[in-house]
C-alpha cells in the first residue's frame, strides 16, 4: 500500500491550493480516504474525508465551505481542493486510508503518505 501526497507549497492568505494523492497496491474502490493535518506543536487533526464513489462527504468545521474533497476512482486518486486559506492553516498535510468505524479518528487509519507542507502566509 502507497498513499504518495503532492501539491503543497507556500500561498498567500486567502489564496487556494489543491492537494493530491496518488494511491496504488489496494483496491481504492473500497475504502474511505480521508486527509488529515499537523501543525507544529499540535496534535494530528481531521480535515475531510471521502466515501467511495464520492457520494458522501465528510469536513472538519473549521474548513466547510471553504476546502472540497474529491476522488477519481478510475485514477486512484484523491484531492483536496483548498480555497480561502488562512494562517492557521498551515500545517503537514497527510492521506490516509481508513479502516475503523470513526472516519474522524485518526486511529481507524491505517496506512498514512509521506505529508505535503502548506504554507498560508503573505
Known amino acids: 500500500v502507497q498513499l504518495v501526497e503532492s501539491g503543497g507549497g507556500l500561498v498567500q492568505p486567502g489564496g487556494s491550493l489543491r492537494l493530491s494523492c496518488a494511491a496504488s497496491?489496494?483496491?481504492?474502490?473500497?475504502?474511505?480516504l480521508g486527509w488529515f493535518r499537523q501543525a507544529p506543536g499540535k496534535e494530528r487533526e481531521f480535515v475531510a474525508a471521502?466515501?467511495?464513489?464520492?457520494?458522501?462527504?465528510y469536513y472538519a468545521d473549521s474548513v466547510k465551505g471553504r476546502f472540497f474533497i474529491s476522488r477519481d476512482d478510475a485514477k486512484n486518486t484523491v484531492s483536496l481542493q483548498m480555497t480561502s486559506l488562512k494562517a492557521e492553516d498551515t500545517a503537514t498535510y497527510y492521506c490516509?486510508?481508513?479502516?475503523?468505524?470513526?472516519?474522524?479518528?485518526?486511529?481507524?487509519?491505517?496506512?498514512w503518505g509521506q505529508g505535503t507542507q502548506v504554507t498560508v502566509s503573505s
Open positions: 497496491g489496494f483496491t481504492f474502490t473500497s475504502y474511505i
Open positions: 471521502i466515501r467511495p464513489t464520492g457520494v458522501t462527504t
Open positions: 490516509a486510508r481508513r479502516v475503523g468505524s470513526n472516519t474522524r479518528d485518526s486511529n481507524d487509519y491505517d496506512y
